[in-house]
């Protein structure tokens, strides 16, 4: 009799004080029957339920305590075979991670099972460990150097590896290709944007044209409102230069003086028809005669 302990968790422990509670012998017997039930699943290609199974007899053995030596053999003697059995409906699960454990407790027990050894190997393999399968592989032929499974895994990890070191090589020729031609477009980019762009054109001063260039008439002061407004620019000059150094003393004219005002006004319109096309300083020449008149 027990007391379930105060504080203690919720789960219904019957079935494992059941087990527990049988001999060491009933509990063998129980483990080898659901053994055999699992590998009847197994055989139907019931790979679940045949996992199932097996876990139930793996249950026995967690509260079994053998006496003696004969009766720990006995205990291993089962437990090992559905180790591997549940490892090998693992593989056929593709569960890996549960294939290295179960093939590990198996070994643990037994350090010369070759079937341990061969599915370790399928689990690295499957992963692409290439050296992991090789060592696990390799272990099982040295123990057995004649059986097919483990030579056939061999000479598939072979087939796997020169499969791998080829498709790697393409892989970094492809790399190495698309390296050169991302760099190519990037060297193509910086010499575009670093190419000197077209300067903008700038309109060359009236004075620095050509006398013969067709240029309009209103930019070179054609009418005689620009005449006027050159004059005024040079009489407001002939003002200051006056202010500064004084009248000049060759003509010793003084500022505002309308003499030197007509004479400006003269000679800007002198340079105007100079700068202007032949037929234009004519049109202009006219135009200027008739506001004489």
């Known amino acids: 009799n027990c007391r379930r302990p105060i504080?203690?968790?919720?789960?219904?422990?019957?079935?494992?004080?059941?087990?527990?509670?049988?001999?060491?012998?009933?509990?063998?017997?129980?483990?080898?029957?659901?053994?055999?039930?699992?590998?009847?699943?197994?055989?139907?290609?019931?790979?679940?339920?045949?996992a199932v199974h097996y876990r139930k007899a793996l249950l026995q053995f967690d509260y079994t305590f053998p006496e003696g030596e004969e009766e720990e053999k006995q205990v291993d003697a089962v437990k090992v075979p559905c180790l591997l059995n549940l490892a090998a409906c693992k593989c056929q699960q593709e569960q890996w991670d549960e294939v290295l454990t179960h093939c590990r407790l198996a070994l643990e027990i037994n350090p010369r099972s070759v079937k341990a050894y061969y599915r370790t190997g399928l689990a690295h393999l499957a992963r692409d460990n290439f050296d992991e399968a090789r060592e696990a592989l390799m272990t099982a032929h040295e123990i057995e150097p004649?059986?097919?499974?483990?030579?056939?895994?061999?000479?598939?990890?072979?087939?796997?590896?020169?499969?791998?070191?080829?498709?790697?090589?393409?892989?970094?020729?492809?790399?190495?290709?698309?390296?050169?031609?991302?760099?190519d477009e990037g060297e193509a980019e910086p010499a575009a944007a670093q190419a000197?762009?077209?300067?903008?054109?700038v309109a060359e001063p009236p004075e620095a044209m050509p006398p013969d260039s067709a240029t309009d008439a209103s930019s070179l002061g054609?009418?005689?409102?620009?005449?006027?407004?050159?004059?005024?620019?040079?009489?407001?000059?002939?003002?200051?230069?006056?202010?500064?150094?004084?009248p000049p003393r060759s003509e010793g004219r003084r500022p505002g003086d309308p003499t030197a005002l007509a004479a400006a006004e003269a000679d800007a319109a002198s340079g105007?028809?100079?700068?202007r096309p032949p037929a234009e300083a004519d049109r202009v020449a006219k135009d200027e005669e008739e506001e004489d008149d």
């Open 7 to 50: 504080g203690g968790c919720s789960h219904d422990h019957q079935k494992e004080w059941a087990i527990y509670e049988k001999s060491t012998e009933e509990k063998i017997k129980a483990a080898d029957r659901f053994r055999e039930e699992g590998n009847e699943a197994y055989r139907k290609h019931n790979y679940g339920l045949a």
């Open 222 to 246: 054609a009418d005689a409102g620009a005449a006027h407004e050159v004059a005024a620019l040079a009489a407001e000059a002939s003002d200051a230069a006056a202010d500064t150094a004084g």
């Open 196 to 201: 000197p762009e077209a300067a903008p054109r």
């Open 272 to 275: 105007l028809r100079q700068r």
């Open 146 to 183: 004649k059986n097919a499974e483990v030579l056939g895994a061999l000479k598939r990890l072979k087939e796997t590896m020169a499969n791998y070191k080829v498709r790697r090589k393409e892989v970094f020729r492809e790399m190495v290709a698309g390296g050169a031609g991302a760099e």
